[in-house]
């Protein structure tokens, strides 16, 4: 019973170096989508995902890119790596409608130097 | 402005107390209310919801409340355990529906139990 994966759990980047965080369900979610979470800010949205084929950004989108070719798997880009970037990512999913919760992946750890 | 609001920001007790944590939010319009637990190094997992007209629910020895006229939420947790240590994160949900796009995250409460 995997839920949502995460890979890596942990990179370190130089500025300027480019990367794809991973993500994957298995729970058939419709939603999925990826946030930062930085010390005192809380979780932020990055994008998100209403289904494959669909994308859109939340409250800080720049400096990422994303995509949804399938149901399972989230990819979160990072086309040219900045310092500022260094957060912990978290994936998660949801079902379709209704008051559900969000499943969240274990989370990558991310140093930008 | 759509913002959830959590108190304390860090709180520390002895196994055994109890304590509660508090969540003030202003969004509209409001679906339902989640508590979420944080442990080190993982992601959030989801305690308990609240919806409108739900006004306690309880969830082993955690306990949310909700006032929706005031927009107010609490977590109590009764005979802290040492596992309980985490941060509580309260999220309310615009509308309803699952998009991810409507929910608004406060802070969290950083809760340590020493022994």
Redesign the interface.
């Known amino acids: 019973n995997a839920g949502?994966t995460q890979t890596p759990k942990f990179q370190v980047l130089k500025t300027g170096q480019s990367m794809t965080l991973q993500c994957a369900q298995d729970m058939n979610h419709?939603?999925?989508?990826w946030y930062r979470q930085d010390p005192?800010?809380?979780?932020?949205?990055i994008h998100?995902s209403?289904g494959a084929g669909i994308t859109?950004q939340?409250e800080v989108p720049n400096g990422y890119n994303v995509s949804r070719s399938t149901t399972e798997d989230f990819p979160l880009r990072l086309l040219s790596a900045a310092p500022s970037q260094t957060s912990v990512y978290?994936c998660?999913s949801?079902?379709?409608?209704?008051?559900?919760?969000?499943f969240?992946?274990?989370?990558t750890r991310l140093t930008v130097v | 402005k759509n913002q959830v609001e959590q108190s304390p920001q860090s709180l520390i007790i002895l196994e055994g107390k109890n304590c509660t944590l508090q969540c003030n939010y202003t969004v509209s319009p409001f679906?339902?209310l989640?508590w979420y637990k944080q442990d080190t190094?993982?992601?959030?997992?989801?305690l308990t919801?609240m919806?409108f007209s739900e006004n306690t629910k309880s969830n082993g020895r955690y306990t949310a409340t909700l006032d929706a006229d005031t927009k107010q939420s609490s977590l109590h947790i009764t005979a802290s355990q040492l596992s309980d240590s985490a941060s509580y994160?309260c999220?309310v949900?615009l509308n309803?529906?699952?998009?991810?796009?409507n929910?608004i995250?406060?802070?969290?409460t950083k809760l340590s139990v020493k022994p």
């Open positions: 949502v419709e939603y999925m989508s005192g800010m809380g979780l932020r949205l998100y209403v859109d939340g978290f998660a949801s079902p379709v409608e209704g008051n559900t919760e969000a969240f992946g274990q989370g | 679906s339902n989640r190094g993982r992601g959030p997992v989801s919801i919806t994160i999220v949900s309803y529906g699952g998009s991810q796009g929910l995250f406060g802070k969290g």
